[in-house]
């Protein structure tokens, strides 16, 4: 049986809601909504993502705690985004409301045996991620990152 959401889990979302609404995303979340949404949801990083998946290029990636992934080059990554079921998702369906995670898409033996994790998931040590879509200009995606 699913298990029932308590009042407290409420009331901790609205808290990082009213956070995200005072910052402009343009320049990143203010660093209170990440902390609060890593209170909310236990992750080791949280990141926020804009970028147009078409042309490739990153408007803003910010994560807590920073890693070693944040300094890996690009291309590595767009070099295997097409491919990868769970990155490009939102993209291929137009699906902006689910909130999605590898595991929907791949099982492990099948998520290491994709080139996103050979060539750049994997080398930062991410094994399990979930992934909420947020409204973002034409052409853009706007992604929070569990």
């Known amino acids: 049986m699913a298990e029932a959401i308590r009042t407290a889990d409420l009331r901790r979302l609205l808290a990082v809601i009213d956070a995200a609404r005072r910052g402009e995303a343009a320049d990143g979340l203010p660093r209170e909504v990440l902390e609060r949404a890593r209170d909310l949801v236990a992750c080791d990083v949280i990141s926020f993502l804009e970028f147009d998946p078409?042309?490739?290029?990153?408007y803003l990636d910010q994560s807590l705690p920073t890693s070693a992934a944040d300094a890996d080059p690009p291309e590595t990554f767009w070099?295997?985004?097409?491919?990868?079921?769970?990155?490009?998702?939102?993209d291929r369906t137009g699906d902006l409301l689910s909130v999605t995670t590898i595991s929907d898409f791949y099982t492990r033996q099948q998520y290491h045996n994709t080139g996103m994790y050979a060539d750049y998931l994997g080398p930062a040590g991410l094994e399990a991620e979930a992934m909420i879509c947020l409204s973002?200009?034409?052409g853009r995606d706007r992604r929070l990152l569990f």
């Open 54 to 58: 078409v042309q490739q290029r990153d």
């Open 79 to 90: 070099r295997q985004y097409w491919d990868s079921a769970d990155c490009c998702y939102p």
């Open 136 to 138: 973002a200009p034409a």
